[in-house]
């Protein structure tokens, strides 16, 4: 099952422009925090998703993507910053949602996640952080 290579990462990154991030954290010490505030700063508009949370930088979060998606629109991106194991719920999340892309943080990787997203038409990025990518793709 194909994963996005560095032009199709390109790809998805110039068009996305809504990201739901899900395990988005309020706690600046924590990859997710950088990463969303990156992302916002490039111009993203981005949704946290996690249940801990009330509110990432001043905007609310949701308990699920089913719940942002209802609540504020439908996503390009499903950004996920949780452990591999627990991915394949998110990745049912993202094809019920109608994203466009499923994308697993660096160092997580699901074959099983990958599989749902790419059968339910979604391309996939695992182990590749959306951050590094743009530096290195985009904002070159």
């Excluded at 994203?99 to 990025?125: E, K, P, T």
Aim: a neutral charge; aromatic letters at 8%.
């Amino acid at each position: 099952m194909p994963v996005l290579d560095d032009a199709g990462i390109e790809r998805e990154l110039r068009t996305a422009r809504r990201i739901a991030v899900v395990g988005a954290s309020s706690n600046p010490g924590r990859p997710s925090f950088t990463v969303f505030r990156y992302l916002l700063r490039h111009g993203f508009e981005c949704v946290p998703v996690n249940p801990n949370e009330r509110h990432v930088l001043g905007i609310p979060a949701f308990r699920t993507v089913a719940e942002a998606t209802e609540a504020s629109g439908p996503f390009d991106m499903i950004d996920v910053f949780r452990r591999s194991e627990l991915c394949v719920p998110h990745a049912h999340e993202a094809v019920a949602a109608g994203a466009r892309c499923l994308w697993l943080q660096l160092g997580v990787v699901n074959w099983d996640a990958a599989r749902i997203a790419h059968d339910g038409g979604l391309s996939v990025v695992m182990d590749r952080c959306t951050a590094i990518e743009w530096r290195k793709l985009v904002g070159r």
